[in-house]
C-alpha cells in the first residue's frame, strides 16, 4: 500500500533533489531533516516520486510503494 508523507525542510530545491538523486543512485536510505530538527530516514527501494515544493514552501512529499 502506497503512503504519502510531506516534510517541510529548510535546504533549497537543489540540495533536497541532489540528496534524492544520491541516495537513489546508490541505493542508500535518504536521510531528511525537517525544520523542527526530526530526522526522516527514508529507503531508497520505496521512493516512488518526490514533489518538491516552490522556495518559498520549502516542503518535499514522498509517495512510496
Same mark, same amino acid.
Given at each position: #500500500?502506497?503512503?504519502?508523507?510531506?516534510?517541510?525542510?529548510?535546504?533549497?530545491?537543489?540540495? $533536497?533533489?541532489?540528496?534524492? #538523486?544520491?541516495?537513489?543512485?546508490?541505493? #542508500?536510505?535518504?536521510?531528511?531533516?525537517?525544520?523542527?530538527?526530526? #530526522?526522516?530516514?527514508?529507503?531508497?527501494?520505496?521512493?516512488?516520486?518526490?514533489?518538491? +515544493?516552490?522556495?518559498?514552501?520549502?516542503? $518535499? +512529499?514522498?509517495? +512510496?510503494?
Amino acid at each position: #500500500q502506497a503512503r504519502e508523507i510531506t516534510i517541510e525542510v529548510s535546504a533549497d530545491r537543489e540540495e $533536497v533533489l541532489a540528496l534524492v #538523486q544520491a541516495a537513489l543512485d546508490s541505493s #542508500q536510505p535518504l536521510i531528511l531533516t525537517d525544520t523542527r530538527n526530526r #530526522q526522516y530516514l527514508i529507503p531508497a527501494a520505496k521512493i516512488s516520486s518526490v514533489e518538491v +515544493g516552490d522556495t518559498a514552501e520549502r516542503r $518535499v +512529499g514522498f509517495a +512510496g510503494l
